[in-house]
């Protein structure tokens, strides 16, 4: 049985259980937790007496979190000057998002596009795909997803930031195509992707929901829901500034209020 410095494993019947197992920081998400994950999953999914796997925590805390001071070095240090500290960057959050999930990056073409969208949608259960879901000479995500026989169940929703978003199916795969624009995902992935992962996990899609009323009279277009800031400001959409200046502004901010349109 393989030793990890934050988890823990065990296993008693056919129920193996792996531990959150660093307390002292209050089992926090550090660089430890995220290099050890696949690994302690990858050693219960080997043994094929255990048919079921539970998470758990050891401690008054299941996690605090991503542990942000040592991430935020880790990624300060993979980072640097020049196309070589933006490739080791890259490579850093690529590691990272393999450890619970599959990324593929695609160049603006057909070709490139299909064969990144299937290798993400192999043995998943939702696929979700950014960008190129739009009309442009450049978006080729639906002529792919045509070509891969996902059946397209609905595009366009009357929705500002998001207008273009896209959802299908392929057997039982789930297929979101949301926009490029980092905030027009960000809202599109909170009100379409994450009620859906709620309800497949067994919970309520609704279950962060809630309603609110608005301090102040807020002008939009009639026949199209608006989603905006809780402070009732619309999102910084065109983007016209940069990727930091663009988290820095959401951060903290992860209500989104939408508006739908009037029923006369």
């Not at 500290?85 to 299909?114: K, N, Y």
């Not at 809630?210 to 002008?219: M, Y």
Request: charged share 20%; aromatic share 6%.
């Amino acid at each position: 049985m393989a030793t990890y410095e934050v988890f823990a494993t065990d296993r008693h019947e056919h129920v193996g259980t792996l531990w959150l197992a660093n307390p002292e920081r209050r089992n926090a998400m550090g660089p430890a937790f995220w290099d050890e994950l696949p690994r302690a999953i990858g050693e219960l999914d080997a043994d094929d007496a255990v048919r079921a796997i539970v998470l758990a925590a050891r401690g008054p805390h299941f996690t605090v979190g991503l542990d942000l001071k040592a991430m935020g070095g880790g990624i300060a240090e993979g980072g640097g000057g020049g196309v070589a500290g933006r490739r080791r960057l890259l490579d850093m959050i690529a590691r990272l998002q393999g450890s619970v999930t599959a990324v593929a990056r695609s160049l603006d073409e057909p070709g490139a596009t299909r064969a990144a969208i299937a290798h993400s949608l192999q043995d998943v259960d939702v696929a979700v795909i950014c960008g190129g879901v739009s009309v442009g000479r450049h978006d080729h995500v639906r002529q792919s997803f045509a070509e891969l026989d996902v059946r397209e169940r609905f595009w366009g929703v009357a929705l500002k930031p998001g207008r273009p978003s896209w959802f299908g199916t392929r057997e039982r795969t789930l297929v979101f195509g949301l926009p490029g624009n980092p905030v027009s995902a960000m809202v599109t992935f909170t009100l379409f992707v994450a009620p859906a992962l709620r309800a497949l996990a067994g919970g309520s899609p609704d279950a962060a929901r809630t309603t609110a009323l608005l301090a102040h009279d807020v002008e939009k277009r009639p026949g199209r829901t608006h989603a905006t800031h809780p402070s009732g400001e619309p999102l910084p959409l065109p983007i016209r500034v940069s990727a930091g200046f663009l988290v820095k502004g959401l951060s903290g901010k992860t209500r989104i209020q939408t508006r739908p349109p009037r029923l006369m």
